[in-house]
């Protein structure tokens, strides 16, 4: 099938969801074009069946800000028409599923793909409840010609939160378990002999609750010798250093940056801290269960579709710091229960979210909604 894709190009997980959906459906013989602001953060080399055009915005001094958005629609529909594209597959609402409908609408007839929309999270929780994108969020939703969601606790958040008359199915996350794999022998660069390596991974946006990670390695620090590895970028980065510093242990942090072969580094871990407010599923924890390293989470959204408490991780409540530093001591000082859960974990992903199970359910999708548009109406 020839496939265009929008999504956003930083580290976020909507991102990283999409381009590894790309890449994942190119290996399987479909045709893929991104359409994107610059290159993903995980789609830098070449690779075959994949092809990439980048949005050009014009900047003049009576906008305020470049319309990215139109300058958006417009390269959807140049793609579209000029490489036959079937399906368009826009991940997050704002603005990509709504400018793929007006790209659609401004295509000949004949021309006109179908179009599906992948809501990840934060497009419905933040940014599409608010009052300024509700009415465009939810005609996107309802335009589009099937909509999923990343856990089934993001598909009741968007019926309720839109009232939506179209039904919306759920496809989880997913990873590749033969890129993110456990290796023994991986052992964290930064952290020296006899110190356990602890790990964040997050954009760092307040919704991660960066702060907690560096409050619970604080108490984690009183009982075990640690490293604490965080990698990413984002606004609460200052806050947590900050913090760090008051309590004394800015100098047992390493601040990486953003990595995008992140797989080469979480196997290093020893645990992986995901603190988050809320969570539509947590690529991040996934990522890390297919590595076989221990997850402590929030018990909050659709990271309990993700891990089984205390089976495959552990849950504690949002901002519990106590909760989850007596868990990261019980799995750093107790080798046993680090490998059971981390044993459990790569179990989980294995069964649930591998690669191949869910990009399966995509593709069932893609097929579903083409042969529906061959013999139905549906929206275009
Ligand atoms: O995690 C973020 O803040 C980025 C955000 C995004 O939309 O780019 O990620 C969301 O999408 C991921 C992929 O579907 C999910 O695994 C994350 O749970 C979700 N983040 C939130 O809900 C906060």
């Given at each position: ?39 993903p ?69 004949e ?6 929309t ?14 300024s ?49 456990p ?47 965080m ?35 979480i ?45 495959s ?68």
């Amino acid at each position: 099938m020839k496939i265009g894709i929008t999504c956003h190009a930083s580290a976020g997980g909507s991102g990283v969801l999409a381009t590894e959906l790309g890449i994942a459906l190119a290996a399987r013989g479909h045709i893929v074009h991104f359409v994107t602001e610059e290159a993903p953060f995980r789609l830098k080399e070449y690779r075959s069946n994949i092809f990439q055009h980048y949005i050009s915005s014009v900047s003049y001094p009576l906008f305020h800000t470049p319309p990215y958005s139109l300058a958006l629609t417009t390269k959807i529909c140049e793609v579209a028409e000029e490489h036959d594209i079937e399906l368009w597959h826009a991940h997050y609402a704002i603005p990509n599923a709504a400018a793929a409908i007006f790209a659609r609408e401004m295509l000949p007839p004949e021309k006109r793909y179908c179009l599906i929309t992948t809501l990840h999270g934060t497009d419905i929780t933040l940014v599409g409840s608010d009052p300024s994108f509700f009415r465009v969020t939810k005609y996107a939703i309802e335009k589009s010609c099937a909509v999923t969601t990343v856990s089934e606790w993001l598909r009741q958040e968007t019926l309720r939160e839109f009232q939506l008359s179209c039904p919306v199915h759920t496809i989880h996350n997913f990873v590749d378990a033969n890129r993110f794999m456990p290796n023994a022998e991986k052992r964290c660069p930064f952290a020296k002999s006899g110190e356990k390596t602890i790990m964040h991974i997050s954009n760092f946006r307040p919704v991660k609750r960066v702060t907690d990670v560096v409050r619970v390695f604080k108490r984690i620090l009183d009982r075990v010798p640690a490293r604490l590895i965080m990698a990413g970028e984002g606004p609460e980065r200052l806050s947590a250093a900050g913090i760090a510093r008051q309590l004394g242990i800015a100098d047992r942090i390493t601040w990486l940056g953003n990595v995008p072969n992140i797989e080469d580094l979480i196997p290093s871990a020893d645990l992986l801290l995901h603190p988050s407010e809320h969570e539509s599923f947590g690529l991040v924890p996934l990522e890390a269960m297919a590595c076989e390293v221990p997850v402590i989470a929030t018990a909050s959204g659709g990271i309990t579709e993700v891990i089984e408490q205390g089976i495959s991780g552990y849950l504690c409540e949002v901002g519990d710091i106590e909760s989850m530093a007596y868990c990261a001591i019980e799995v750093l000082l107790n080798p046993a229960t680090a490998r059971r859960l981390a044993q459990n974990g790569r179990r989980r992903v294995l069964e649930c979210f591998d690669q191949e199970r869910i990009v399966a359910q995509y593709e069932a999708l893609y097929e579903e909604v083409r042969h529906r548009r061959q013999t139905a109406n549906l929206p275009h």
